[in-house]
């Protein structure tokens, strides 16, 4: 069997746990929705931090998330994209705590991937750096669009959904957002 | 085709979003178009650069403490709603009882009858404008589900 083949079958397999864990959960069931929480709470606090730029609120708005997620349930169409669906419910309070916000940080913290093997390590660290002060100087409708793409690896139909707008106006705001970090990382992209 | 045509197109490009006859109209297009190519080949740097960097991640222990208070959030509104349904049901009882076995009770004089009955629905009265007080605050509350 090739490992293309293996991946397809346990890329289903994990598709058919999920939507049984959402179907437990829906009928009230804590137990899987726990698992549904240790699953997708990660994912809704990294792209809520990556918006408001702040660990302690990033925290606080991925519980109350979950506590209307647990509410909201019953109401989900089985089927369709669960994370959009839950990023959809963090979002207008994760824009409306940015927007408050006065003092906005000037840099988003962020973990390093991977390093180039021509790269000193010190040098990842400044990349590092300079593309959190680039996201942080960013506005948070393009930050957002920003992480939902190249940090957690949506489709424009899911970023649609999550931000409730057309495709179209996903392409042409993720374009925007692109050529704005590509003129702060001039010369990163440069050393490409 | 044009460069204004093309436009957001190339990100759509890059990240494999167009419909294959659109893809290679643009494709044909970047080949010969000193700008559009410059243009495609810094969103591939980009994304290649992007691609060394990752959002934070925390420790399972955070999810863990983090997840029992959900849990106990979830659990506690479970005992809110039977506790309501428990209190509506005796309340009803308690009117009807009321009604039925106090205020048709022709040995009990009118005076009193009268006063016991504005007095109850002057309780009334307050406990429905605190509710609805309390609600309507709650409404803009941002932080009312938050358990700290």
């Known amino acids: 069997m090739s490992s293309n083949h293996q991946s397809i079958v346990a890329d289903v397999e994990a598709a058919r746990e999920e939507s ?3 179907r437990r959960s829906a009928r009230g069931d804590k137990e899987a929705f726990g ?11 990294g792209v809520v931090y990556g918006i408001v730029m702040h660990h302690e609120t990033a925290l606080d708005i991925t519980q109350l998330t979950f ?4 509410k909201a349930l019953p109401r989900f169409k089985q089927g369709s994209p669960f994370f959009p669906w839950i990023y959809a419910i963090a979002r207008n309070r994760a824009l409306s705590e ?17 390093a180039g093997e021509d790269e000193t390590h010190d040098k990842h660290v400044e990349l590092k750096e300079d593309i959190g002060r680039a996201l942080a100087k960013l506005t948070p409708e393009h930050r957002e669009v920003i992480i939902l793409r190249h940090f957690q ?7 649609a959904e999550s931000l409730g707008c057309p495709v179209g106006t996903v392409m042409s705001r993720l374009h925007n957002a692109r050529k704005a970090m590509k003129a702060l990382l001039k010369g990163w992209e440069d050393d490409a | 085709m044009k460069c204004d045509e093309v436009g957001a197109k190339l990100s759509a490009l890059l990240d494999g979003e167009l419909p294959p006859e659109e893809e290679k109209n643009i494709l044909r297009h970047v080949k010969v178009c000193k700008k559009c190519s410059t243009e495609y080949r810094d969103l591939k740097n980009l994304e290649y650069i992007m691609k060394k960097v990752q959002l934070p ?14 849990y106990n959030r979830l659990e506690r509104s479970v005992g ?10 005796l309340l009803g009882y308690l009117i009807f009882w009321t009604v039925n076995c106090w205020f048709c009770d022709a040995t009990i004089p009118i005076i009193i009858r009268v006063g016991v009955g504005l007095g109850s629905l002057g309780i009334v009265i307050l406990i429905v404008s605190t509710v ?8 803009f509350d941002q932080y009312k589900e938050l358990q700290r």
């Open chain 1, 20 to 22: 049984d864990l959402i």
């Open chain 1, 35 to 45: 698992v549904l929480y240790k699953l997708f709470a990660p994912r809704v606090y």
């Open chain 1, 67 to 70: 506590v209307r997620v647990w």
């Open chain 1, 98 to 114: 940015i927007a408050k916000r006065k003092n906005k940080p000037s840099v988003l913290e962020l973990d390093e991937r991977i």
């Open chain 1, 153 to 159: 690896f949506l489709s424009y139909q899911e970023i």
């Open chain 2, 57 to 70: 991640d925390l420790p399972d222990a955070v999810w863990d403490e983090h997840w029992s208070q959900v």
């Open chain 2, 80 to 89: 809110y709603v039977l506790l309501s349904l428990g209190f509506i049901i």
């Open chain 2, 132 to 139: 609805r007080e309390k609600i309507l605050m709650r409404r």
